[in-house]
């Protein structure tokens, strides 16, 4: 049974910074890529950042460029997301996806895989 389990999710002031996880178990992951989604109240979910499990090619939404870090530790078998510089408009819960579709990993659609989510809030 394939099962993404998020962690690191909290409340932090505006400036600040918030390391998320995602563990991944139940499965050989190697051909994946890993995503970062979130989705604000009322909004659609939006692509963060995505990794090759393989090589650890990153890529990332160009509003996440140069404040988030994505990172993966195969030995853990788990992928980060380092988020640094956090505004009140990062608030949203965090979503770690797994997509076999390297040409879709920005697509929520493309996705087989999704953890149940972590909440950052972040106060202005």
């Known amino acids: 049974q394939v099962q993404l389990v998020e962690s690191g999710g909290g409340l932090v002031q505006a400036g600040g910074s918030l390391r998320l996880s995602c563990l991944a178990s139940g499965r050989t992951f190697s051909r994946y890529y890993m995503g970062w989604f979130r989705q604000a109240p009322g909004k659609e979910r939006e692509f963060v950042a995505a990794?090759?499990?393989?090589?650890?090619?990153?890529y990332y939404g160009d509003s996440m460029k140069g404040r988030f870090t994505i990172s993966r530790d195969n030995v853990k078998n788990t992928v980060y997301l380092q988020m640094n510089s956090l505004k009140p408009e990062d608030t949203a819960v965090y979503y770690c996806?797994?997509?076999?579709?390297?040409?879709?990993?920005?697509?929520?659609?493309?996705?087989?895989?999704w953890g149940q989510g972590t909440q950052v809030t972040v106060s202005s």
């Open positions: 996806g797994a997509t076999l579709m390297g040409s879709g990993y920005g697509i929520e659609a493309e996705y087989d895989y």
């Open positions: 990794i090759t499990w393989s090589s650890g090619r990153t």
